[in-house]
C-alpha cells in the first residue's frame, strides 16, 4: 500500500537554527513528492516537488528537500528558521499510475524568537 | 495558477442536518477532489469530483453520505449528508489540471465543520 511517514508530530527549533522535517515514503513505481505548507486559516501552498533530475529540490522561502531512493526519504530543510516558517508541514507523494496524492499526517513547525 | 474558493469558510450545525460546502476555481480545471482534515490528522481523499458523471469515491465513503457535484469545469459542491458529531471536520477542495506530471495541485483555504 502507498504511504507517507512524518515521524515527528512538532519540531521545535530556535530561529537562526537549521532545520529538518523528516518524511519516508513507500509506492510502487515513481514517486513525484512534494512538500506542502499549510498557515493558520489558510489553504496548502506547494513549498517545493520533486518530479525528476537533481536529487536536490530548492523551494519557496529558503527551503530544499533531497530525495533519496535508497533511503526512500524526502527530508526538508532550511539553514536559518525564521519565525514566520512556523506553520504546519505535509510531505505528500503522488503516484502517477493512480493519479491521487497522498499525504503524511502532517509535522507542526515552532521556530522559537 | 489557480485560485479556489469555499463557501461557507465555517459553520456550526446540529446534528441529523445536512450542510453544502461550494468550491469555485477561478479557471478550468480537469480534476476537481475533496479532502477531509480531521483535528490533528492528515488528509483524507473523500473523492474525485468527475465533471458531467458521479464522483469517484475512495474507500470508507460513500455517495449517500457525501454526494458531490460538479456542474462544470470551474465548481463543485460537497454535501455532508445527515450529520453526526464525527463529521466535523475541515473540508478541502482541490484542483489539478492534468495533461503533465509538472501541474500542481491547488486547495482552497477549507470549510470548517462543527457538528453538535
Known amino acids: 500500500a502507498q504511504s507517507v511517514a512524518q515521524p515527528e508530530d512538532q519540531v521545535n527549533v530556535a530561529e537562526g537554527n537549521p532545520l529538518t522535517v523528516k518524511c519516508t515514503y513507500s509506492?510502487?513505481?515513481?514517486?513525484?513528492l512534494f512538500w506542502y505548507v499549510q498557515y493558520p486559516n489558510r489553504g496548502l501552498q506547494v513549498l517545493l516537488k520533486?518530479?525528476?533530475?537533481?536529487?536536490l529540490v530548492k523551494g519557496s522561502y529558503g527551503f530544499e528537500a533531497e530525495f533519496n531512493k535508497s533511503q526512500t526519504s524526502f527530508h526538508l530543510k532550511k539553514p536559518s528558521a525564521l519565525v514566520s516558517d512556523s506553520a504546519l508541514y505535509f510531505c505528500?507523494?503522488?503516484?502517477?499510475?493512480?493519479?491521487?496524492?497522498?499525504f503524511g499526517k502532517g509535522t507542526r513547525l515552532h521556530i522559537l524568537p | 495558477s489557480a485560485v479556489i474558493s469555499q463557501k461557507p469558510s465555517r459553520d456550526i450545525c446540529q446534528r441529523g442536518t445536512s450542510l453544502t460546502i461550494q468550491c469555485q476555481v477561478d479557471s478550468q480545471v480537469t480534476m476537481m477532489f475533496w479532502y477531509r482534515q480531521q483535528p490533528g490528522q492528515s488528509l483524507t481523499l473523500i473523492a474525485t469530483?468527475?465533471?458531467?458523471?458521479?464522483?469517484?469515491?475512495e474507500s470508507g465513503f460513500v455517495i449517500d453520505k457525501f454526494p458531490i457535484s460538479r456542474p462544470n469545469l470551474t465548481f463543485s459542491t460537497l454535501t455532508v449528508s445527515n450529520m453526526s458529531p464525527e463529521d466535523s471536520s475541515i473540508y478541502l477542495c482541490s484542483a489539478r489540471t492534468s495533461g503533465s506530471i509538472h501541474n500542481e495541485q491547488f486547495f482552497g483555504p477549507g470549510t470548517r465543520l462543527t457538528v453538535l
Open positions: 469530483a468527475n465533471q458531467g458523471s458521479e464522483a469517484t469515491y
Open positions: 505528500a507523494v503522488r503516484v502517477v499510475r493512480d493519479d491521487k496524492i497522498i
Open positions: 520533486y518530479i525528476t533530475g537533481d536529487n
Open positions: 509506492v510502487s513505481g515513481n514517486p513525484y
